[in-house]
């Protein structure tokens, strides 16, 4: 290329990236962002059949970028005066402590194993894998139109004497 | 021009870091008082996948995901397409296959267009994909996305029947340290080690390393064929995401290897070792504006040598192109610009087989825009739109694209579209200079020209979905491709000297041809614990001669694709982490003599722990062996037959 071209080139280039690089006035979140602060928002607006554990547990896989940025959210916050703690790729024998497993699209492969280990106890199951109120899941988180839905398999819910808030059910999609 | 690129790039990412860096902690706090009704009414930024819905592609669009990768069984990317309906994947030997959509398959089959992650591995050379270079840890792939049918308005020339996209996961998907290890009977060693870590909260890496050892496979005659092959590969992909708009993606691979393939000559089958280098580097960055408006900017290098036993072979690729999207009143609008610049040197081995040029540079320029428009309201989309290329061989093509999708509530979708599509010459249709010895006495000389124009096609779809339920779909398409301009080896007035007669053969554009077909695919989770899929596609193909032509070759293609194919998979989860997958795979018979087959693949996995993962299976069950391909005249090489082949494997993540 000639030294003229390849001035033209960068003189567009320049003009195109510092154009647009200019940051937009309006508070914008990503997806990621937006799947975390649901999940942050579940516990608060599910109940949970007593007794009540000293500390609310989360549980996330890693290999999403949603654990890292719940893990900034839950970050010194507190569940009806609870502590919340968040343990990351939990090991089999620990899921039944955690009051919410989010099992992202990235770990499918681990979905099914989940779910039988936490079978019939009050665990809330969330994930955005897009057959999984399917496949047993209670809350799908779902990417439609920009805009994240939760939807909800009310009878998966039920079965593990978990209950909605009224709140939590008019924001959400009621999964068939 | 790439430092200066990359620092404008650093620049202004630097620059608007540097202006978000106490913006991180309040946008948490700002994220974590939404209220519920907030959260769903607020639109995402940057979407992890910007791909459509299903439902909302206007074109016949597939996707394997990740978890459909793993419950293949397969090892390879060439095998796991082989369910995709209409898309023709055959082994020609145990490294090489043909693989095409619509037809006109080969070894090199030129009218399908691949991607790595937006790299096109599609080698303007022969018009066509080295399988066998193309590999990944299958674990890091996060799907492939096949389009049948024309792509060439997004994509650019030579998508014209079909484009492949195999896209990776960021880096972030990808964290820790995976360890993966097999044999089968096939390929006696295959591993693949992968560490995923963060340098900051903002920025991931990964690194992996892959190694696979393939044996020969055997001739119909029981005979051992020579096509093994060892390859290693290693590479890196660092994704930074400074703030909620923008990804910064640097990635790069590196592979060396040897491979052998057996070549007809005109006496006896000879073993031919190829050895292959090659790597690329690729930066992309991507920003969101407001109201979902992105702009995205791509460059890369890519570069290959491969030695063989009749020609050497090196080339250079960089590419550099930018896209921005936005939305305005009921449009939403694509537009962008590339230029690729390929420079290759060929190093001649037999002075029989010379070309034009034995180093050529080549230049392609191209401009684009695509629109959306729904002018009713969601339930009518017309998508329309053109690429403008220039390229040194045919000048400028025009590929423009309409098509309409009717989505009148949440169950159906109707969509129809036209397309044009070039293919335009390879290097080996420009320059070659190929003397063959034909009889004694009868040399046949075959040679490029300037002449040869682009293949041209037009291509008219018709695709219907049904969607009754969340368990349920089914995709089914029409479609009907008119072909002008196909390629022909014409021979010319012999010359008759002292040594004996000289045939010259032109390479030109005397056939025409139409393709057309039917492909279906459904999906039914039948129960929480076990999925079916299937798809079945009916393909037919014409090619006609201009009544001046003298091409003897020129209907082979019609014999190179099976009239029909199918496969039904299901996946099926058994208590105590089991898995068992079986897959089906028919494919009818080649006009070209190669029999119909059966494939039957099982799989058998297990997932004692989180971090471990067994998997043991069998691929072609039915059958000790069987032939896929006859690679037509043009390619000497002999084909191998497919083997049943068993396998372990073993795969630990930590």
């Known amino acids: 290329m000639t030294a003229f071209m390849r001035r033209i080139a960068l003189l567009i280039l320049s003009a195109i990236v510092c154009t647009f690089s200019t940051p937009s006035p309006a508070q914008q979140f990503n997806e990621t962002e937006l799947k975390a602060a649901y999940l942050y928002n579940f516990a608060y607006f599910i109940t949970w059949p007593e007794p009540a554990a000293p500390e609310f547990l989360f549980c996330s896989y890693a290999n999403t970028p949603v654990t890292a940025i719940l893990s900034r959210l839950i970050d010194g916050e507190k569940v009806h005066d609870r502590p919340i703690r968040l343990l990351i790729d939990p090991l089999p024998e620990q899921l039944h402590e955690c009051h919410i497993v989010f099992i992202p699209v990235q770990q499918e492969r681990v979905l099914a194993t989940t779910l039988d280990y936490i079978h019939a106890f009050p665990v809330l199951t969330v994930s955005d894998i897009p057959d999984f109120d399917q496949r047993g899941g209670m809350v799908r988180l779902t990417t439609e139109d920009r805009r994240i839905q939760p939807v909800i398999h009310l009878q998966n819910v039920s079965r593990a004497r978990l209950s909605v808030s009224s709140k939590l059910l008019r924001s959400s999609r009621i999964a068939e | ?654």
């Open chain 2, 1 to 654: 021009m790439i430092g200066d690129i990359r620092s404008i790039l650093l620049l202004c990412a630097a620059f608007s870091q540097t202006r978000q860096v106490h913006a991180g902690d309040e946008s948490l706090d700002r994220l974590k008082t939404l209220s519920l009704q907030e959260l769903t009414a607020t639109t995402v930024s940057l979407a992890a996948k910007s791909q459509q819905t299903l439902q909302e592609a206007a074109a016949a669009a597939y996707v394997i995901s990740n978890e459909e990768i793993r419950r293949s069984g397969m090892q390879s990317i060439p095998e796991i397409l082989r369910k995709v309906p209409g898309l023709e994947v055959a082994r020609v030997d145990a490294n090489q296959w043909a693989i095409t959509s619509r037809g006109f398959n080969g070894a090199f089959a030129n009218k399908l267009l691949v991607m790595v992650d937006g790299r096109t591995v599609y080698d303007p050379f022969n018009s066509g994909v080295y399988w066998n270079e193309q590999d990944y840890p299958l674990e890091d792939i996060d799907r492939i996305e096949v389009i049948r049918g024309p792509g060439a308005t997004m994509w650019g020339s030579n998508a014209v029947n079909g484009v492949i996209n195999i896209v990776t996961r960021t880096a972030q998907e990808s964290q820790g340290t995976l360890v993966s290890a097999g044999a089968s009977h096939e390929e006696p060693g295959f591993g693949t080690l992968r560490y995923g870590g963060q340098l900051n909260p903002d920025l991931h890496y990964r690194v992996y390393g892959k190694y696979n050892h393939r044996d020969d496979f055997h001739f119909s005659d029981g005979s051992k064929a020579s096509d093994n092959l060892d390859l290693g590969r290693a590479g890196f992909r660092s994704d930074w995401t400074p703030n909620a708009q923008e990804t910064l993606t640097l990635q790069g691979d590196y592979f060396n290897g040897t491979m052998q393939q057996t070549l007809t000559g005109a006496d006896a089958a000879m073993p031919d070792r190829m050895q292959k280098q090659g790597g690329n580097l690729l930066l992309r960055w991507q920003r969101t504006l407001a109201n979902g408006n992105r702009v995205q900017i791509r460059s890369y290098f890519d570069h290959a040598t491969r030695q063989q036993m009749r020609l050497d072979h090196r080339r250079d690729t960089f590419d550099f192109d930018v896209q921005h999207s936005f939305h305005w009143r009921s449009h939403a609008t694509t537009w962008g610009a590339g230029y690729r610049f390929n420079s290759d040197q060929l190093t001649q081995k037999l002075a029989l087989l010379t070309f034009d040029q034995a180093r050529r540079d080549l230049h392609l320029f191209n401009l684009f825009a695509q629109d959306e428009w729904r002018p009713f309201g969601d339930a009518w989309r017309l998508i329309y739109g053109g690429k403008l290329e220039h390229n040194d061989f045919t000048g400028f093509e025009l590929q423009p694209t309409a098509r309409l999708l009717w989505s009148p509530d949440q169950q159906h979708s109707v969509w129809a579209a036209v397309s044009r599509a070039v293919r335009v010459p390879s290097r080996v249709e420009h320059d070659l200079n190929l003397l063959y010895n034909f009889a004694p006495g009868v040399t046949t000389n075959i040679r490029g020209g300037d002449s040869f124009k682009s293949e041209t096609a037009l291509s008219y779809e018709l695709g219907y979905r049904f969607f009754p339920n969340r368990s349920f779909n089914l995709d089914t398409t029409l479609f009907y491709c008119d072909y002008a301009r196909l390629s022909t080896t014409e021979p010319q007035t012999p010359i008759i000297g002292v040594g004996g007669v000289l045939i010259p053969y032109q390479i030109a554009n005397m056939a025409q041809g139409e393709t057309y077909g039917w492909e279906t695919a459904l999906n039914w989770r039948a129960s929480e614990f076990w999925r079916l899929q299937g798809s079945y596609s009916l393909f037919g193909m014409a090619i006609h001669k201009d009544p001046q032509s003298l091409d003897s070759a020129a209907a082979i293609a019609e014999g190179n694709s099976p009239r029909q194919r199918f496969n039904l998979s299901a996946y099926i989860n058994l208590p105590n982490q089991l898995e068992f997958d079986s897959h089906w795979y028919y494919t009818d018979r080649l006009a070209n003599g190669v029999s119909a087959y059966h494939r039957l693949d099982l799989r058998l996995g297990w997932q004692p722990s989180l971090h471990l993962e067994l998997a043991a299976g069998v691929q072609n069950l039915l059958d000790n062996r069987h032939l896929e391909f006859i690679p037509p005249q043009d390619n000497p090489v002999l084909s191998s037959e497919m083997e049943r082949n068993y396998y372990l494997k073993a795969t630990l993540r930590f």
